[in-house]
């Protein structure tokens, strides 16, 4: 048990639901009480913070696979930290933790929602990223709802994101053909093919269509969609996926801010015609494969086959703007609020 704990923390509410992109005024930072954890809870001093693109949907007032975030109360969302008091036996002061009470310094979880994490194993910071939630979603989605397998050649959107720099890496360590994506800026589509192994990639941003492009890098035809974008990359994807090919819908992060109802592809026909399979993804529902994930990607990390970047913002204070600039495409990698040491 710690005998000296803080008395007040900080913490992110939303305070008023965006219209289109949120703006700085959607959030407040305020302070909140802190004392002793109850019973089976723990008091955790947060390391690291993640901010993800679907947390703009929860800021919405609708119905959907998780509640919205509540006004005036603090926002969630993953975070790495330091337990320093203790009302569970499982958990000792000083265990690191992995939990869902982000956007805060001070964390007051419920043991049972609580992993231990270890920090020899990698750095705390990879357990909301290659080793987390993104690393899974890439490692489940490309695996097991793609159903990939060698030799197929695969286009992922959004490539130089937190997941989406993991399935194409993961995707050439299994044995795919070919491996494209695309990226907004000429340094990240540097980054794919230089660091990260794509055979080729393009700046979606380019005046060139989407589908032009992605035509071009994949010639014969793509097998496996990975899908972070959705809008013209959806539609471009589809236009090139060959017979039989599988499409992973994760993100859409290209409609997350519109205030009007996006429109579908034009050439919905084309998955009839082709037999597709597009299919979504959440990650929750792929838990089962947490531990195979797991072991084969901590050793692909240690082996330095398998690369991850981070964007590291400093502070609780810039956790908006961190936020905001992972929506713009700021980020190379995953989005990381850094809050202690």
């Known amino acids: ?60 007032d609708v119905k959907s696979y998780v509640p919205p975030f509540a006004l005036n109360e603090p926002m969630t969302g993953g975070a790495v930290g330091e337990v320093i008091a ?45 080793l987390g939630m993104p690393g899974l979603t890439a490692y489940a989605g490309l695996f097991e709802v793609a159903s990939f397998k060698e030799g197929d050649t695969v286009f992922v959107s959004g490539a130089a994101g937190a997941v989406g720099s993991q399935v194409g890496q993961m995707a050439k360590l299994r044995g795919a053909e070919r491996v494209v994506g695309s990226a907004g800026s000429a340094d990240k589509i540097k980054l794919l093919t230089e660091s990260y192994g794509f055979d080729a990639a393009f700046n979606y941003k380019d005046e060139a269509p989407v589908v032009k492009q992605l035509r071009e890098v994949a010639p014969e035809g793509i097998d496996v969609y990975f899908d972070n974008v959705g809008g013209e990359h959806l539609e471009a994807a589809i236009a090139t996926l060959n017979v039989h090919g599988r499409a992973t819908l994760c993100g859409a992060i290209s409609g997350y801010n519109e205030t009007e109802p996006v429109p579908g592809p034009r050439n919905m026909m084309s998955i009839i015609g082709k037999r597709l399979r597009l299919t979504g993804i959440l990650v929750a529902d792929h838990a089962h494969l947490k531990t195979q994930f797991v072991e084969e990607v901590s050793a692909w990390i240690r082996s330095g086959e398998l690369k991850y970047d981070e964007t590291v913002v400093e502070g609780l204070e810039n956790n908006v703007d961190a936020f905001l600039g992972m929506l713009r495409g700021q980020n190379t990698g995953k989005m990381i609020v850094s809050v202690g040491k």
């Open 1 to 60: 048990m710690s005998t000296t704990l803080p008395t007040t923390g900080r913490a992110w509410n939303l305070v008023r639901r965006p219209d289109g992109w949120p703006v700085p005024e959607d959030f407040a930072l305020v302070e909140f009480p802190v004392s002793e954890p109850a019973a089976g809870r723990i008091l955790v001093r947060n390391l690291h913070l993640s901010v993800d693109p679907y947390m703009r949907g929860r800021m919405n």
């Open 86 to 130: 203790t009302q569970d036996e499982r958990f000792s002061v000083g265990d690191h933790v992995l939990h869902d009470l982000g956007w805060r310094d001070y964390a007051d979880v419920r043991a049972d929602y609580a992993t231990k994490v270890d920090a020899s194993l990698a750095p705390l910071s990879t357990y909301l990223g290659v």
